[in-house]
């Protein structure tokens, strides 16, 4: 199973294509098992231009599996970790919500599915996997 991320889904949803998007279709043609998280579903929403995409990209979403954390405190304090651990090992992640992201993926045995260089970071230091 897979986790998409904020950035492939808006490069998908605005029709770009790259490696990511290129992935997803494949991922949607093949009808391999996906899904977001809840900050996901909030980053994707927080990028539309109208009220109207508003309600087609929220409609989409909607149907989409949704994946957990498995704790909500507990879960936290690991994503927090995870920072910890890049921020002793010098290196720079611009985005919370990306360890949040990654701990989801972790917790839940997810391939996880982007075109965000912040994850290949947070995998130097984790057992992040990619799709």
């Not at 087609?56 to 909607?62: C, E, F, M, R």
Request: hydrophobic letters at 40%; glycine letters at 4%; a negative charge.
């Amino acid at each position: 199973m897979v986790l998409i991320d904020t950035s492939v889904l808006i490069d998908y949803l605005r029709g770009e294509e790259n490696e990511g998007t290129v992935k997803f279709q494949a991922l949607l043609d093949a009808e391999t098992p996906y899904g977001i998280n809840s900050f996901i579903y909030l980053e994707v929403l927080q990028g539309v231009r109208s009220e109207s995409d508003f309600q087609k990209v929220k409609s989409y979403l909607d149907t989409q599996t949704m994946y957990d954390l498995q704790d909500r405190r507990d879960s936290y304090a690991e994503a927090a970790q995870l920072y910890f651990k890049c921020r002793q090992k010098g290196i720079t992640v611009n985005s919370s919500v990306d360890f949040l992201i990654a701990q989801t993926a972790l917790e839940n045995d997810l391939l996880l599915l982007h075109n965000d260089s912040d994850f290949e970071r947070i995998a130097k230091i984790t057992a992040l996997k990619f799709y």
